[in-house]
């Protein structure tokens, strides 16, 4: 088991930066792939961006390229998404999600064994 806590939400107007953070406990961190998805309401949840084991490899969403930024540190255990430039189309829930070995489609959200509960991210215009 893998147990996933994210942090670091909340509300920001249009152009403002937030980090999440995700911490992670129960396996060997550096065994899982790590990624960020997110959910509006009345929408289905979409893969935002994620990271490779070693973190070497990064992956995002178009329209979030170049705005936010995935990173690791395996000796922490965490993951975080810095997240610039903010929209709000941007606003969802965003959770973290952990994909043992990652070897299949990072993007995919089914790829993905352990999820945590979500954090609320509220951009205003």
């Known amino acids: 088991q893998v147990q996933l806590i994210e942090s670091g939400g909340g509300l920001v107007q249009a152009g403002g930066s937030l980090r999440l953070s995700c911490a992670a406990s129960g396996r060997t961190f550096s065994n899982y792939a790590m990624g960020w998805f997110r959910q509006s309401p009345g929408k289905e949840r979409e893969f935002v961006a994620a990271?490779?084991?070693?973190?070497?490899?990064?992956y995002y969403l178009d329209s979030v390229k170049g705005r936010f930024t995935v990173s690791r540190d395996n000796a922490k255990n965490t993951v975080a998404l810095q997240m610039n430039s903010l929209k709000p189309e941007d606003t969802a829930v965003y959770f973290c999600a952990a994909d043992l070995w990652g070897g299949g489609s990072i993007r995919q959200q089914s790829d993905y064994e352990y999820w945590g509960q979500g954090t609320q991210v509220t951009v205003s215009s």
């Open positions: 990271i490779s084991r070693s973190g070497l490899n990064k």
